[in-house]
C-alpha cells in the first residue's frame, strides 16, 4: 500500500507522456508535450483508478456476468472461428456466426455497411438515450504460405467483444441504466490498403458512439502512455500507374515503354533516400510488370508505402516519391496516374481509458504484466476512429509466440489464449460499465479526450514550421 | 514462255541468295554466298521447276482428290476449330476433331507425344519402306483483349495439312509407290517459351521424317529465298529469378530486396544498349514484382527476350545479360537464376522446294503474286527442325487483314480464305508426291540441303570471328 | 576514251544522289532524289567536265603559279606549322605566320573577327567588282595524350590554300578579270563545341563569299556525290547543368543532390535508347561531378552529343533528352539549365564543283583514286556555311596513316603529305580559276546549288510527316 | 564547496561513459560499458582532479611561463599566421615560422618526416630520459570559395603548442626532472584523404611519445566523456577507377563505357541504402567522368564516403559498397581499382586528462562552460594514434562564429581567441606539467588508458556478433 501510494506519487510527479519518436518532433512538440504533462497531472489519474477500481457489487456482477459468456459459450465460438479462418473481406462465415448469436441476443444486425460485404453495425434493441457504448470487432484471418490462418488471433475478437457487450447491454436494461450498446463488425484489418476502418468512419458508421472498446492479442499485458502514436509509423499507400504505348519489339522506337516508367520510379526513390530524413521507410512493390516481352509494354504499376513518425514529413516525403513518379513519366515519354491511400495516422491514446483497463487486468490475474507504461498507441490502426472516438484497446498476455505466428493461433485454442480472452472480455465490461455508470469518470475521459485532441492540432501545427525544405538555385552556365 | 525462259536465265544470272542483315554478316558470309550462288546455280532449278510442273495426270489426280476432300469436309472442319479457338497446350477440343478424322482414315495417333498434352503425331497405317512424308499441323488460337481467337488462321492448317496427307497416302497405297506419310500435331505455336517444336525434336518426335511441308495463312503468294533466315530475328527468351531475405519494411537492413535485383537488371541492360550493335533488341517484363510492400521481397523475376540477326553475336549479347544479372545480384546481395531457352535460330530455306511449291500455287490460281523471292525462311519457327529436315512452308494468299487480327479470323471463314486453304492443300500435295514419285527432284533436294547444311556451318564459323570483344586493360589508380 | 565515254553515259543513265541512309528517309527522301536526279542529270556535268579540264593555257599558268608557291615557300611553311601545334583557339603562332605571308602579299588582314582572337579574314588588296572567291584556311592541332599534334594536317591547309588564293589573285589582277579573293581563318575546327565556323558565319563574316574551297588531309582521293549529307551525322551537343542545395555528410536531409541529377539523366538516356530509332547515338559524359564527398554536392553538369543521320529526327531525340534532364531534376529535387549547341548538319555536296575539283586531281597525278563517288558531304562541317554558300572540299590522298593518328602528322612532313597539298593547292586554283573566267561554268554551279537547296527544304519537309510520336493514353485505375 | 563535494559523489554514483550511439551499439557494448563505469569509478578521479588542481608552486610557474610566451611572442605569431592562411600539405611559409622559432628555442627540427614534405618532428635538446611529453601542432587552412583562410584557427594551434611545449621544456632543464618535450607538426587536416596523422604514426614518427597534447578551436568549453568515440563516425574513403575501352561514339558496340561503370556504382549505392542501417552516412562524388562526349569513355572514377558509428558494421557496409563496385563492372563490362584510404576510427577518450584539463580551464577563466561531458572524443581525428597513445585535446572558448566560418577567422585575431588561445597553453602546460611530475598521476592516466584500450577490444568483438549477415537462399525455377 505505501509502496503504491509512493509509486502515485512518482507518477504524478514524472508524468508520462512519452510520445515523438524523432529530435526533431521532440523538440517541435516541446511545448505541446510540457502541456500534455500539465493536463495528465491534473487529471489525478492513480487516485482516480484507485477510486473506480475500488469496491462496487453492480461492477463485479457486469464482470462476472462477461466471464460466464465466455465460459459457457464464447470461448467455444473463438475456437470454432480460429479452426474456419477466412481472409479480409471474405469473412463469410465468421460474420454468419458472431451475427446469427448476436441476433439471438436482442441486437439488430445491419449487414454490408460502406459497401464493405463482411461489415456489420448490430444494435442493441433495448438501448435507451444516454452513452453509446461501442465494441469493435475483427475477425480476418492471415494469409499463409501454406494456409490462411488467425496468426493474430483476431478469431477471439469477435466473442470477446460479444461476451462485454451483452454483459453491458443486459446491466443497462435491468438496472435502468440510460445508454445502449453498439458493436462493430470491421473486417480486412490484415489488408493494408484501403483501410477498412477509415472507410466505414468516412460513410458514418461510427456515428453516435461515445466509446469504443477492442480487444486484441498480446505477447504480453501493458498500458500505453497517454499522448499520439501509432504502432508502426504513419503511413501513406500509393499506387503509380504508367502507360505508355505499345509497339513490337523490334519496332520498339514506335512505342513508349511503361514498364520503363516503373523502373525509373524505383530508380528515383532509391536517389531520394539519402536526401531523407533517416527514419523514413519507403517500400515498392511491382504490381504490374508488362505482360509480354516481344512487346513494348503499355502498362505498369506499383505500390508504394511511405511511412514516417508523424503525418507533417510524411506528407513531404510523398510528394517528393510523387514528383519522383512524375519525373519518372516526363523522362520516358510515359504518362503516370498517382492514386493515394492514406493508410495509418497517429491516434489519441487516452490513460483514464488505458490505466483502468490496465488496472483491472492486473486485478483479475493477466500475466506477463509490464508496468511501464508503453509508447502511446490509439485503440485502432488508421487514427481515423482513434483522433475522433475516446476508447481504449484491452490487450491481456494472450499468447506465448510471435505475432503473425502459427504457435499464436495454436495459443488461441490454448489455455494462455483463454485465459486472455476472457481477462479482455472482463476488462472491457468493467471500462464500459465505469463509463455508462459513473458520470463523473465519464467527464475526466471526456475532458482528457477533448484536451489531447486540442493539442494534437497544435502538435501538427509546430511540426510544419519544424521541416524547412531547402532553396535551390537556379544554375549558372560554365 | 518466251519470257519465262528470259525470266529462267536472269534467274542464273543473277542468283537469289539474299540472306545476312547486317554489314558485318554480309562481309563475314561473302565466301558462304558466293558458294552458295554456286551451288543454287548448278541446281538449274528453272529447268527443273519447268520440268516437275509439266504434264503429270498422277500428280493431277493426287491434287484434285486433296481439292475434293477440301471441299467435302475439310473446308467445313477448319470452319468448325476457327468458331472453336483455344490457346496454346489447350487446344484439346481442336486436337480431338483432327485425330478423330485421322484415325478414321487409316492412321493410327499417338497424343501426348514429348510429354505435351496436345501434341501428337498420326502415322499412315498402310505406310510401306520408303520416302516418309511428313506434314506439321498447328491448331492454336491467340490470346486476345477481348477473347480467344484465331488471328493466324491455325484453324485451317489441320484440314489443310490432312488433305494434302490424305490424298499422298492413298496415291502411295493405290500406286504402291514405297513411302509413307505421318502427320505432327504441334501445338502451342503462338507462345513463345518453351517452343514445343524444339521440345518435340528433341524428344525424338521428327525422327525419320524425310520432308516436312506446312501452310500458313498469308497476306501474298510468295517464295522465299534459298538460304538461311528467320522472320524475325534469332531469339533467346532467358527467365532471371532472383531471391533474396525478407525483412518487415521497418527494419529493411535485415533484408536483401530481390526486387532491386531485377530492377538493377533492367537498369543495366538499359546500360549495356549503347555498347551493342544497334541491329540488338532486348525487351524484358518483370513476372514477380513483390507481394507485399510491407515486406522485403524475398523473390522478384523478369523474363527478356534478346534478339539479333544471327546466332553468334546474340550469345555474345545473351552472355552480357547474364552478366548484368550476375552484378545486379552481386550489388544487391541477392542471388540470381538464369534460365534460358533458345526461342528462335536461323532455319535453312530450300529452294527446290519453295520454287516448286510456289510455281504450283501459281498455276492453281493464287491471287497477290509477289515474284521477286523474299528473304530466306524456314517452314517452322524454330530452326531446330528446319536446320535439320528439308521442308516447304506454303502460303497462298488467305486473307486481306494483317496478322493477329480479328480480320484475319473472319477470313479464315470466307472466300479468300477457303480459297487459300484450298491452294495450300494442292501444292503441298504436288510437292509430296514429286518427292516421293521422283527420285531425281528427290536427290536435287537432299543435294541442296545438304549443301545448305554444310554452307551455314561455315558461316557460323566465320561469324565466329566476326565479333572480336574489346579488351578492357586493368585500371591504374590516381 | 571510249571507256570514258562509256562511263560518262553510265553516268547519266543512273545518276548518283545516294544521300539518305535509313529507310524512313529513303522513303520520304523518295520524290525529293527522284527531283535531284532529274536536276543532276540536266546539268550534263560529264560533259562540262569534260569541257572545262580541256585544253587552256591561262589555266594551266594558274595551276603551275599554285605549284611554284607551294614548292618554293608554302610546303616550308607547312612543315614548320606541323612541327608548332597549337590547339583550337589557341593557334596564335600559326596565325601570326599565316597572316603575315598574306601581308606581305597584297592582302588586308582582320584578326579577332566574330569575337575569336585566332579567326582572322584576308582580303585581296587588288580586288575588283566581280566574284568573290573563297578559301577556308584550318590550322589547329589536336589534343594528344603525350603532347598536342598534328594528326590531321591542318597545319598545311593555309598554306596549301595561301598558294591557291594567291595565284587566283594574281591572276584576276594581272588578267584583269572582274573579282576579288578572300581567305577565311578559321581556328578550333578539332573542338566540337561551340562550333567556329557557325558562329562567324552568324557574325556575318562569309558575307559577301560565292563560292568556297578548302583542302583536307584524305586516306584516299575521291569526290562525293551531290545532295545533303554530313561525315557522321547530325549533331547536337547539349550541356546540362543541375543546382541543388548543399548540405553536410552527415544532415544529408537538408540537400539536394545535383550530382544525382546527372545519375538519373544518364540513367534516363539509358532508358530511353530501346524507344529510339537504332540510328540514333547518343554519347555523354560528366564534366562536374561534385567537389567533395562529404557534403551534399550542389552543382554537376554533364555534356551530351546527341547524333542522327538527320536533323528532323534529330530534334525529336533532343527534346526527349531534355525530358530526360528536366524529369531528372523533377524527381531528384535539382533544378537543371540546358545550353544546346547545334554542331552539325547536312550541308549541299555540288557536283559541278566535286566533279572539276576530282577531274583535276585525277589529271594532275592523284594516287589512291576511288572512281565511286561517296556519299555527299559539304567542303565544312557544320553545314552551316554549306548549306549557303556553293563551295568544294578538295581532298587528295595526303596521307596513309588514319585520322587522329601521329602516322597522318608524320605523312604531313613526308612525300606522300607533300605530293597531295601541292595537288590540292592546283585543284583548288584550277577550279576557283573556272568559277571567276567562265561564267557559264559559274552559273551552272548557281543552278545546281540553287535546285539542292531548294530541294534540301522539301527534304527536311517531307521528313518532318516521316516520323510521328505515338500516342501515349491517360492511365486508368486498378 | 559542499555543492562540489556532491557533485563529486553524484559523479560516482552515476558514472559517465556515454558512448554507444545505435540501439545496437548500446546493447552489444552492455556490458562493456558496465566495466568501463567499474573503472573510471575506481579511479575516483574526482578526488584526483581536487588533488592535483591544489596548491602547487612549480605548476604555476610554468603555467605563468606559458602565458608569458603567448602574452610576449607567439599570440603574435599566430595572428601572423592568421594572416597567411596555407592549405593542407602546402603550409611551407607556416612550417618555417613555426620550425625557426623552435630551432632558437633549443629544439632539433626535422622535416619531411614521413615523407610529407610539410610534417615536421621537433625535440627538446636538453632533454632527459624519462617521460616524453608530446605535443601536436596543426597549421592548414581551409580552402574558401573566395579565398583560402583559417575559419577553424589552425592558425593559432602551432604557437600555442610551443607555449606549452617551451615551458615544460625549461621546468625539465631547471627542475632536471627527468624527462624530454618532443613537437609534431601536422599537415593538412583539413584534407580528408590520405589521413596524415595515420601515415605519420605508420612511419613511426610517433614512436616514444608517452602522452600527447593538442589545443583545437572551440565555441564552447568543454570536457568530453572516457571512452571511445569520434566527432562524425567512423569514415572510409574509397576511390573506385573503372577502366573500359575506347571506341567512336558511332561505332560505340566496339567500346565498353567506364563512366557507366561509375553510374550504376552510384545506381547499386542508392538501391542499397534501403538495405543498410539508417545511421549509415555514403555519399561520393565523380572525379572523373570522361573526357570527350565523341568517344567512349575508357577511364571513369569515383570517390566515396563511408560512414557509421563503429567500425565494425562500417566494415559490412564498405564490403557492399565494394561489391556494389564490382556487380557495376560485371555488368558494364569493365573493370574496377578499389582502394581504401581508412580515414577515421573511434579513439580512446581518456578522463584522468580530460578531467583536468577542463578543471584549469574554469580554474583559469574559461568561457562558455559546459559542465556536462560531451560524448567520448579523442584528441585527434584518425583515431590512430588517439587508440595508442593518451592524450587530451584541450579546447577552450575561442570564437563565437561557427566552425569553418569567416568569422571564426575573424575571431582567432581578436579577444576571445587570444584569451581561448592563451587559456589552452597554459591548460596543456598544466596537465604536462603533471604527467612529467607526479608518478601518482602518470600512474593513473597509465591505468585509465590501458582499462579503456582492453575494453575497446572487447567491445569490438562483442560488436561482431551483433551484426549478422542474413541469408540468401539459391532462387528456384518457376
Chains 1, 2, 3, 4 share one sequence.
Not at 486484441?216 to 499506387?239: K, L
Not at 516481352?293 to 510523387?322: C, F, K, S, T
Amino acid at each position: 500500500m505505501r509502496l503504491a501510494a509512493l509509486a502515485a506519487l512518482a507518477a504524478l510527479a514524472a508524468p508520462r507522456a512519452r510520445c515523438q519518436e524523432t529530435p526533431t518532433e521532440r523538440s517541435a512538440a516541446a511545448d505541446v508535450i510540457r502541456r500534455m504533462n500539465d493536463l495528465e497531472r491534473s487529471l489525478a489519474l492513480p487516485q482516480l483508478v484507485a477510486r473506480v477500481t475500488g469496491r462496487d457489487a453492480r461492477r463485479d456482477a457486469v464482470v462476472a456476468r462477461a466471464r460466464e459468456l465466455m465460459d459457457r459459450e464464447l470461448l467455444a465460438m473463438a475456437d470454432d472461428i480460429t479452426r474456419h479462418p477466412e481472409v479480409g473481406l471474405k469473412e463469410e462465415r465468421s460474420v454468419r456466426v458472431l451475427t446469427d448469436y448476436l441476433q439471438a441476443h436482442a441486437f439488430d444486425v445491419e449487414t454490408g455497411v460502406a459497401g464493405l460485404k463482411t461489415a456489420f453495425v448490430a444494435r442493441y434493441r433495448k438501448g435507451t438515450p444516454g452513452p453509446n457504448l461501442g465494441v469493435i470487432l475483427e475477425y480476418d484471418a492471415l494469409r499463409g504460405t501454406t494456409r490462411d490462418f488467425h496468426g493474430d488471433q483476431h478469431s477471439a475478437q469477435g466473442p470477446t467483444g460479444i461476451a462485454a457487450a451483452l454483459a453491458l447491454a443486459e446491466f443497462l436494461a435491468s438496472s435502468k441504466t440510460p445508454g445502449t450498446v453498439t458493436l462493430y463488425g470491421t473486417p480486412a484489418e490484415e489488408i493494408g490498403s484501403p483501410q477498412v476502418k477509415t472507410i466505414m468512419y468516412q460513410a458514418g458508421v461510427f456515428k453516435g458512439a461515445d466509446v469504443l472498446v477492442r480487444s486484441h492479442s498480446s505477447t504480453g499485458t501493458r498500458a500505453p502512455a497517454p499522448g499520439f502514436g501509432s504502432c508502426c509509423m504513419n503511413i501513406d499507400v500509393v499506387h503509380y500507374t504508367f502507360s505508355g504505348a505499345p509497339a513490337h519489339q523490334l519496332q520498339a522506337w514506335e512505342g513508349r515503354d511503361a514498364l520503363m516508367g516503373v523502373v525509373e520510379l524505383f530508380n528515383h526513390i532509391d536517389a531520394l533516400r539519402k536526401n531523407l530524413r533517416p527514419e523514413t521507410r519507403i517500400q515498392g512493390i511491382i504490381t504490374e510488370g508488362g505482360k509480354a516481352p516481344n512487346v513494348v509494354p503499355d502498362r505498369a504499376a506499383a505500390e508504394v508505402w511511405i511511412r514516417y513518425p508523424d503525418q507533417v514529413y510524411l506528407a513531404q516525403v510523398r510528394e517528393r516519391v510523387n514528383d519522383a513518379a512524375r519525373g519518372a513519366a516526363l523522362a520516358t515519354g510515359t504518362k503516370v496516374r498517382i492514386d493515394v491511400d492514406s493508410a495509418a495516422r497517429d491516434g489519441i491514446s487516452v490513460a483514464s481509458l488505458n490505466d483502468v483497463a490496465f488496472a483491472y487486468l492486473k486485478k483479475l490475474g493477466a500475466t506477463k504484466l509490464e508496468e511501464d507504461p508503453g509508447r502511446p498507441l490509439p485503440y485502432e490502426e488508421t487514427g481515423t476512429v482513434a483522433t475522433q472516438i475516446p476508447g481504449v484497446g484491452v490487450t491481456a498476455h494472450s499468447s506465448n509466440g510471435g505475432y503473425h505466428t502459427f504457435e499464436m493461433e495454436a495459443d488461441a485454442l490454448g489455455e494462455v489464449g483463454h485465459h486472455g480472452f476472457v481477462l479482455d472480455a472482463q476488462a472491457m465490461a468493467a471500462v464500459l460499465y465505469h463509463y455508462a455508470a459513473d458520470p463523473q469518470y465519464r467527464a475526466v475521459v471526456t475532458r482528457e479526450f477533448a484536451g489531447l485532441k486540442g493539442l494534437y492540432g497544435e502538435y501538427l501545427a509546430a511540426l510544419r514550421e519544424a521541416y524547412p525544405v531547402p532553396a535551390v538555385p537556379d544554375p549558372t552556365g560554365k
